[in-house]
Nanobody, 119 residues
Framework: QVQLVESGGGLVQPGGSLRLSCVAS????????MRWYRQAPGKERELVAT???????DVADSVKGRFRISRDNTQNTVYLQMNSLKPEDTAVYYC?????????????WGQGIQVTVSS
């Protein structure tokens, strides 16, 4: 059974840090592009960070300098380190795994995890 399970969310004060983890099961992530998205209430889902199968990474301008994405293929896990959190970072965060060999596309999503930044 293919699964992506996020953990590490919760309530944190402004300026604080959290590290989200996304553990994959039922498949191996080594060939997959991994992403974190987020969705705040009343807003569209937003791409936060991407890491390629080769380890190249990028983050959205809104979190640049504060968030970092990483992956550990030996643990079949991707991480999102979030520092200097702001109230506007409050959202449900989703992990996504995507791979497209020549004839088929694999696109998996986690169930999401709540991050709330508030004093």
């Amino acid at each position: 059974q293919v699964q992506l399970v996020e953990s590490g969310g919760g309530l944190v004060q402004p300026g604080g840090s959290l590290r989200l983890s996304c553990v994959a099961s039922g498949f191996v992530i080594v060939d997959y592009r991994m992403r974190w998205y987020r969705q705040a209430p009343g807003k569209e889902r937003e791409l936060v960070a991407t890491i390629s199968s080769g380890g190249n990474s990028d983050v959205a301008d809104s979190v640049k300098g504060r968030f970092r994405i990483s992956r550990d293929n030996t643990q079949n896990t991707v991480y999102l380190q979030m520092n200097s959190l702001k109230p506007e970072d409050t959202a449900v965060y989703y992990c996504n795994a995507w791979w497209r060999p020549s004839w088929k596309e694999y696109d998996y999503w986690g169930q999401g995890i709540q991050v709330t930044v508030s004093s």
